[in-house]
């Protein structure tokens, strides 16, 4: 047996759009261990709940990400609107619901073009981000900004999409579906991409549920655990079924997230056609009391919002646990005994969200 | 299986030419509605001071006497709380952002003196 080596894995390193270190213990060529250490990027957000009154905090929580932005602002929101009692209106959670599942659709073509650079498929990363393009668009329409929306606020929501605009956009993203099948046909079809994927990082369902994994990682390990079966916001008119796949590979995990590209779609006609005229925003009063966890559904997984409130207008606790926190463990088991030439693609399939899981 | 699952897009791409815009030559069309600078009609401003304690990011600076309204383009987040409290809707968002800042300058308005002042 040939002697261990430590080689270390980031922060910077051509794969990793953010930095997160691993110190990969090999044997030849064969990953025995990784430890991993985070904390680079950390920003200290959580604390300005201390600074920045329940209201404002808002524009702060849709800053801890910059890819599910809405849905870190929509979770902070659904937390206050329990501290302070309120009952926002229902044309309000269905926007929340059209604007996630927007954002879900650009956050799983960024993975798509992001996993298919780290495996070296050029071309099929400048499709996607080409496809990722188009519904940014349709998000800056419809909220005026392309990567923060601004949209989500506490009572509410900040925009209407007025009946016109609605048709305009199921009938753009009814036209993109077609594009999400040609390019989700190379991903899943693709003899190269199927070399890279199939069997390759495993994650049983016993070892995803006993290390707390979530999203889509969770789901390609056969277990159908989805928050929004749980019917935050207006999911729970929806009809809602989680995409599970069984094989718990990263190519279980691709193909959750290219399936959830259709699901997404379907939720957003669905949640279209149930919406009725109404107001958008109800006014906030009082201040916040208690304690409330908010929980909702990124394209990453579950993340949590602890809030904390003393009924002044200043939250006394706020804490976030994010999607990407919890798929460390169930990757470093993922990494364990795999070849180090399939160390990027694995750390790509739990999606990884460096400063979302740092603050 | 397919070993070639790309090509017909890329055949595709090839006959239709770039996807990006030719920026700048081929100036953007911004959408009705994109968050961009903040502008102010002066003259219909009454320097209540609301867009100052509501602004998120402390960009705002409204002085009454003597009458200022200035902005720090570089702090602002272009959120448009200021255009929603604003009592005489003389604040607006444009679809465009502001040209790109070489210094840290601000913007001050004041009544009936039309273009903005800038000061470091």
Same mark, same amino acid.
């Given at each position: 047996?040939?002697?261990r ?17 691993? /110190? ?9 261990e ?5 904390g ?29 932005s @809405? ?13 302070l ?16 599942? +927007? ?5 799983h073509? +960024?993975w798509? %073009?992001?996993?298919? /650079?780290a ?5 099929l990363?400048?499709?996607s ?8 668009d ?8 392309r ?8 009572g509410?929501?900040r ?6 605009k609605?048709? /305009? ?6 036209s993109?579906?077609?594009? @999400?099948?040609?390019? %989700?046909g190379v ?10 994927m199939q ?12 290390l ?7 789901r390609?390990s %056969? ?40 699901q997404?779609?379907d939720?957003?006609?669905?949640a279209a056609?149930q ?5 958008i ?9 208690? /304690?409330? @966890?908010?929980?909702?559904?990124q ?17 006394q ?13 169930p990757l470093?088991?993922? +990494?364990g005994?795999c070849?180090?030439a ?18 | 299986?397919?070993?070639?699952g ?18 700048? @030559?081929v ?7 994109a968050?961009?600078?903040v ?7 009454i320097f209540?001071?609301?867009? #100052? ?5 402390a ?35 444009d ?9 840290? #300058? ?8 039309g ?6």
């Amino acid at each position: 047996m040939s002697g261990r080596t430590v080689i270390p894995f980031g922060p910077q390193h051509p794969v990793l759009p953010e930095p997160i270190h691993l /110190d990969l213990v090999v044997e030849d060529e064969k990953v025995v261990e990784a430890i991993p250490s985070i904390g680079f990027i950390h920003r200290g957000l959580e604390r300005l709940v201390e600074k920045k009154d329940f209201v404002d905090f808002t524009y702060v929580a849709e800053r801890i990400c910059g890819i599910c932005s @809405f849905i870190h602002g929509m979770t902070y929101c659904m937390a206050v609107e329990e501290l302070l009692k309120l009952e926002i209106p229902e044309r309000a959670k269905y926007l929340r619901v059209i604007w996630s599942e +927007l954002s879900r659709i650009h956050s799983h073509l +960024l993975w798509m %073009g992001l996993t298919a /650079d780290a495996f070296g498929f050029e071309s099929l990363f400048m499709q996607s981000w080409q496809l990722r393009e188009k519904i940014l668009d349709i998000i800056e329409e419809t909220t005026g900004g392309r990567v923060i929306f601004g949209s989500a606020k506490v009572g509410g929501v900040r925009r209407d999409i007025s009946a016109d605009k609605l048709q /305009d956009i199921l009938k753009k993203l009814r036209s993109y579906q077609n594009q @999400f099948a040609e390019i %989700g046909g190379v991903f899943l079809r693709d003899a190269t991409v199927k070399h890279r994927m199939q069997g390759v990082g495993v994650l049983t369902s016993e070892q995803a549920q006993v290390l707390g994994a979530v999203g889509p990682t969770l789901r390609g390990s %056969g277990i159908a655990a989805d928050l929004r079966m749980t019917g935050y916001a207006a999911y729970g008119k929806l009809g809602f079924s989680p995409v599970v796949e069984t094989a718990g590979d990263c190519y279980a995990r691709c193909q959750v997230r290219i399936r959830e590209l259709d699901q997404s779609v379907d939720l957003i006609e669905k949640a279209a056609a149930q919406m009725a005229e109404g107001p958008i925003e109800v006014k906030v009063a009082g201040t916040p009391t208690g /304690d409330f @966890f908010a929980r909702t559904e990124q394209p990453r997984g579950e993340v949590i919002y602890y809030a904390k409130g003393n009924g002044t207008k200043f939250l006394q606790r706020m804490r976030v646990r994010t999607p990407t926190f919890a798929n460390i463990p169930p990757l470093l088991t993922m +990494l364990g005994g795999c070849q180090l030439a399939d160390v990027p693609v694995i750390v790509l399939t739990i999606d990884p969200c460096i400063s979302c899981a740092e603050r | 299986m397919s070993l070639l699952g790309m090509t017909g897009t890329i055949i595709k791409n090839l006959c239709a030419g770039p996807v990006t815009e030719r920026y700048p @030559f081929v100036p953007k069309e911004y959408p009705a509605g994109a968050r961009g600078k903040v502008n102010i009609e002066i003259n219909k401003c009454i320097f209540c001071g609301i867009c #100052q304690r509501k602004c998120p990011t402390a960009a705002i600076t409204v002085t009454k006497e003597p009458k200022t309204w200035v902005i720090d383009r570089l702090r602002c987040i272009s959120c448009s709380a200021c255009v929603e409290v604003c009592p005489k809707k003389c604040l607006a968002l444009d679809v465009k952002y502001s040209p790109c800042s070489v210094a840290a #300058q601000k913007d001050s308005f004041l009544p009936d003196a039309g273009t903005p002042s800038q000061t470091a």
